[in-house]
């Protein structure tokens, strides 16, 4: 296993992050395979004493929050072709048109993902400030 082997042979120290969202409606089914695989993430953490670092709960609180200036979306996470659509929209109004990560969450409604599954800038501020917590705890 690779953790095993990481904390055999590094004096590195190591965390756990847990997954984030995949879509941003709460009541669908696929955050709920995302919890288990959290859950089996939070066991190894137990199981090897290593520092979880909250992911998928510091989305959680963003999306939760009361903001008008940001839509919840209410669509659950389908894999159909229109979800593949508007992955590939995505990333022609990013990189062709030059329309920021969080400007395309927008169009969507998202707080955290620019697409349903990858985070856009908010998102990726979020994981890096929990990280740079614990880097700062030294």
């Known amino acids: ?3 095993t082997k990481l904390l055999n042979k ?4 190591i965390y756990l992050i847990t997954l984030p969202w995949i879509g941003e409606n709460e009541n669908s089914k696929i955050l709920e395979i995302v919890k288990s695989h959290n859950k089996v993430i939070e066991g190894l953490a137990i199981k090897y004493k290593l520092e979880i670092i909250p992911f998928f709960e510091g ?4 999306i939760n929050a009361k903001n008008d200036n940001w839509l919840i979306s209410k669509s659950k996470y389908e894999i159909t072709y229109k979800r593949m659509f508007r992955i590939i929209r995505a990333i022609f109004l990013h990189y062709i048109f030059r ?3 969080n400007n395309v969450s927008k169009r ?8 349903f599954i990858h985070l ?3 998102g990726g501020l979020i994981i890096s ?3 740079q917590t614990r880097l700062d705890k030294k």
Do not use: E, G
């Open 1 to 3: 296993m690779i953790l």
């Open 10 to 13: 590094t004096n590195a120290k």
């Open 59 to 62: 989305i959680k609180t963003i």
């Open 99 to 101: 329309v920021s990560w």
């Open 108 to 115: 969507y409604q998202l707080k955290t993902l620019c697409d």
């Open 120 to 122: 856009n800038d908010n």
């Open 129 to 131: 400030a929990l990280v």
